[in-house]
């Protein structure tokens, strides 16, 4: 028996996995304390399900407090030590501006500021070279500077560290047995790669969230001993691996999109039972949605992302973290984003959320804003008795009353239409979002699968497919917990990254092999592969480009020992992969190698349950309800049906409403809908083209 646990900003979803049958919760987030509703939510699902805690072989955990943390500046106090002359990287950047024709652009401010940022005298080479050792006699002006300050957190970040991180581990250790209870991170060990920028924003975010992160992840593992539990704790990573505790509370910042990486993981796992090599996953809770292109049952990797955008589409804006991580497009659009009226009367939703508490107004826990919950309540796509399995009743007039507070009264148009429009607006949002997304990375949606999971998803999936022109959507079991749900189809793995620079005509064997030799170590003592009797698959990459081009691309390298004769091979593979993506090469141009890649995971062997079905028969409806019409703002009358009653084979063609206790699936007269042998619900468009 396994547990999966993923903290998202309105909920926390719970699945206990039981000889492959899924049992779930779904309970409101604390967002002061969150292991309360962790623990809490997790004993209700175990005592429903006679479950005692000491039964549970491995707990399985993600979460977006990193994330939040950033984002809403609740990190610890924090400084940065970097080489003299060096202290406004941070400010700098990239030197360019994010949109050159903004005059009143709003710079994402970085988490230290310049008067928390100290240097000191050292300097290493490009090739990692010593030129000037740290100087750790002249320290003493530092010391007073940190006590002075009572700093919770320290980053260190060297220039050329990544080439020789000797004078950073020096500094460390010197303020670990002056500081022994400060938590003190070096980009060395934390993105030992080239580009100074990118490394020192990346670990100045981890020392930024490490305390707090450390802190609850240590909490969360006391509190479920105390309450009986033995299984073996392991946390998510963005780059869609489990990963220990131990390395999750040194590294924190590989989990900032751990719970988003959860729901991608999903959509490949159905991505290769259905059988199905080009699709766009779509996650939408109650904070936020997030989209992943799947290409041939892979999700697309990255090794560096943004948080915290100041403007959601536009590159640059927010802070580069350079991790192994699943590219993915991230907006504050979910049930509980806040719907208002700009200056320029638009109707406007997110990026801010009501969150869990006080939550959309409909909650009745206070929240006064209008949200997207409170519109779907006044649609009718919301059952207000059984949300949340009954546990949460919602109340219609409290709905109705912030939407024309916020929106109706201001634009003076009927609530119905208010509501209505903000449903639309939302909804344009996250398709223009998978838009832009898709074509960023040379395609379109037009030919894709839409699999759709998250308690909101199901909402609002089909008018996303009509606007993205898609013909066919999933709707997997668990829907609205897919997340924690991929969470179980995760492998157990952990990859390394770091910089080697060389051209490839004069290619250092000695060097790559020992370099790549002890990256494989590196990632069995995470994993702790000497503990584990299986086969662990290993993975090799190298990020290469022409000298002189500002950016490389992603080339696989076989998992030997080279010789000076396998550059040949590497050269060819480099070539196709260039081509590829830019159709010609440059034949007569040196190539650079910048940066290795090395993981090690184990594949998850994960069932195909889906019995293929020839003949499906169509179902009548037992009931019917009232929705709000697109079209015309008036209440229709609709089938709906009970998701539990549903069956393989069964088909309902046309608009229709299919409840069930986490989420509701609304699918519009564009589509029919049919229950799969895996019992996904499939949904197949019959609108006119």
């Not at 829907?479 to 620079?501: D, H, N, Q, T």
């Not at 890649?597 to 309800?625: A, E, H």
């Not at 299919?658 to 007269?669: N, P, R």
Request: proline content about 3%; some cysteine.
């Amino acid at each position: 028996m396994r547990l999966a646990i993923d903290i998202g900003g309105t909920f926390t979803d719970i699945v206990l996995e039981n000889n492959e049958i899924l049992y779930t919760k779904k309970v409101l987030t604390s967002a002061k304390k969150p292991e309360t509703a962790v623990i809490e939510g997790t004993l209700e699902l175990l005592n429903e399900n006679k479950v005692h805690p000491s039964e549970i072989n491995m707990i399985i955990h993600g979460t977006t407090l990193a994330t939040n943390a950033i984002i809403e500046r609740k990190g610890a106090h924090s400084c940065f030590i970097t080489t003299s002359g060096f202290r406004d990287v941070l400010d700098i950047g990239y030197e360019s501006r994010f949109d050159q024709y903004d005059l009143l652009i709003e710079k994402t401010l970085s988490l230290i500021p310049r008067k928390h940022r100290f240097v000191v005298e050292e300097r290493t080479d490009v090739n990692g070279k010593i030129l000037k050792p740290l100087n750790v006699k002249n320290l003493e002006e530092l010391f007073a500077k940190i006590k002075k300050e009572n700093f919770e957190s320290i980053g260190i970040g060297f220039l050329h560290s990544y080439a020789n991180g000797s004078n950073e581990k020096l500094l460390k250790e010197i303020l670990t047995k002056e500081f022994p209870d400060i938590k003190i991170s070096i980009s060395s060990e934390v993105c030992p790669e080239i580009r100074e920028y990118e490394r020192f924003t990346t670990t100045v975010i981890n020392s930024y969230i490490k305390p707090l992160m450390s802190t609850y992840i240590e909490n969360l593992r006391k509190s479920l001993i105390e309450e009986g539990f033995k299984a073996s704790l392991l946390l998510m990573t963005s780059g869609g691996t489990l990963t220990n505790v131990d390395s999750a509370c040194e590294f924190p910042v590989r989990l900032v999109e751990s719970g988003p990486a959860g729901g991608a993981i999903l959509a490949t796992v159905i991505a290769e039972e259905l059988d199905l090599n080009k699709v766009i996953s779509f996650d939408m809770g109650g904070t936020t949605a997030k989209i992943t292109i799947i290409e041939d049952k892979k999700a697309i990797k990255a090794r560096e992302f943004e948080v915290d955008r100041k403007s959601r589409f536009k590159k640059g804006s927010g802070f580069p973290v350079r991790i192994p991580v699943i590219e993915m497009v991230e907006i504050g659009a979910g049930g509980g984003s806040i719907a208002r009226v700009n200056k320029i009367d638009q109707i406007t939703t997110g990026p801010d959320s009501a969150g869990s508490s006080p939550g959309p107004a409909c909650y009745g826990n206070g929240g006064e804003n209008a949200t997207i919950t409170d519109a779907d309540v006044v649609i009718g796509k919301i059952n207000t008795e059984n949300f949340a399995a009954g546990k949460i009743k919602l109340s219609k007039d409290l709905a109705l009353n912030a939407i024309s507070t916020n929106v109706g009264n201001f634009l003076n148009i009927d609530n119905n239409i208010a509501a209505l429009a903000i449903s639309e607006i939302v909804d344009e949002t996250m398709s223009n979002a998978a838009r832009v997304h898709t074509v960023e990375q040379g395609h379109e949606t037009s030919d894709r699968t839409l699999i759709a999971f998250g308690g909101a998803a199901p909402l609002h999936i089909a008018r996303v497919a009509e606007k993205l022109k898609v013909k066919k959507v999933i709707i997997p079991t668990n829907a609205s917990v897919g997340s924690a749900v991929g969470f179980l189809k995760a492998p157990l793995g952990y990859e390394i990254v770091k910089s080697l620079r060389m051209l490839l005509k004069e290619f250092l064997v000695d060097e790559v092999n020992f370099l790549l030799e002890n990256m494989r170590k590196e990632s069995e003592e995470v994993i702790g592969k000497n503990n584990i009797s299986v086969n662990f698959t290993e993975e090799r990459f190298v990020y290469m480009r022409y000298a002189g081009q500002g950016h490389e691309i992603k080339v696989p390298i076989d998992n030997v020992l080279f010789k000076i004769s396998d550059t040949s091979k590497i050269k060819e593979t480099f070539e196709q992969e260039y081509k590829k993506l830019y159709t010609r090469i440059l034949p007569n141009a040196d190539i650079e190698i910048l940066t290795w890649s090395l993981s090690l995971y184990i594949k998850n062997n994960n069932k195909n349950s889906n019995k293929k079905i020839n003949d499906f028969f169509d179902v009548k409806p037992k009931k019917l309800t009232n929705i709000l019409n697109y079209e015309n703002g008036k209440p229709v009358e609709i089938p709906i049906f009970e998701r539990i009653e549903l069956v393989p084979g069964n088909k309902i063609n046309g608009q229709c409403i299919i409840s069930e206790d986490q989420t509701t699936l609304i699918v519009s007269k564009d589509f029919s809908t049919k229950v799969l042998g895996n019992n996904f619900l499939q949904m197949d468009w019959i609108g006119d083209e």
